[in-house]
């Protein structure tokens, strides 16, 4: 029972600058949760697991960041979002999962100190994300689909699809 009742203390605790927290979210361990001035929800059930590296979640002003009920966020995950970054419902982020919807520099030398446009990445129902996963600024994932571990996901993913690799592609239909 006290695991229990901790984890979801710490949740309100550590998810105390949310816009929205849906009843009977969990965290263990000890994420790093940065709202500037952006929209953060978390729904029902949600499970934040932060014990070996910390999860890192970063929403800048005018951001959305949400995560939909009964979605698994592993160890080690980091998801930015400048614009927005959606996560469906019964979802499964494997650890060290990387989300961004922005790039955060230019690739040129002498722009480099400049912010590119922000591209969302909408990630829909019962989506596995395996560990390692990368998924690029602009990037839509179908409902259903499961992303190999290791892989670099840099164009849309179909639903019910398994994709895998660097770049991610489609292997087969689920």
């Given at each position: 029972m006290w695991p229990n009742a901790r984890s979801v203390v710490g949740a309100r605790w550590y998810l105390r600058h949310a816009t929205d927290i849906g009843p009977r979210v969990r965290v263990t361990g000890r994420p790093v949760v940065r709202n500037w001035g952006g929209?953060?929800?978390?729904?029902?059930?949600?499970?934040?697991?932060?014990?070996?590296?910390?999860?890192?979640?970063?929403?800048?002003?005018?951001?959305?960041?949400?995560?939909?009920?009964?979605?698994?966020?592993?160890?080690?995950?980091?998801?930015?979002?400048?614009?927005?970054?959606?996560?469906?419902?019964?979802?499964?982020?494997?650890t060290y999962t990387l989300l961004m919807d922005n790039d955060f520099h230019r690739l040129e030398p002498e722009r480099r100190l400049e912010r590119p446009e922000s591209a969302p990445i909408i990630i829909g129902d019962d989506v596995w994300l395996a560990a390692r996963v990368i998924v690029l600024p602009g990037v839509t994932i179908g409902e259903g689909s499961v992303i190999g571990a290791g892989s670099v996901v840099t164009r849309d993913i179909p639903t019910r699809s398994l994709a895998a690799g660097a770049p991610a592609r489609v292997i087969r239909s689920l």
């Open positions: 929209t953060l929800t978390v729904g029902d059930r949600v499970q934040l697991i932060s014990t070996i590296t910390p999860i890192e979640l970063a929403v800048t002003a005018g951001g959305t960041l949400a995560i939909g009920a009964r979605t698994l966020v592993n160890y080690g995950t980091s998801i930015a979002a400048s614009l927005e970054v959606r996560i469906g419902e019964r979802c499964q982020l494997g």
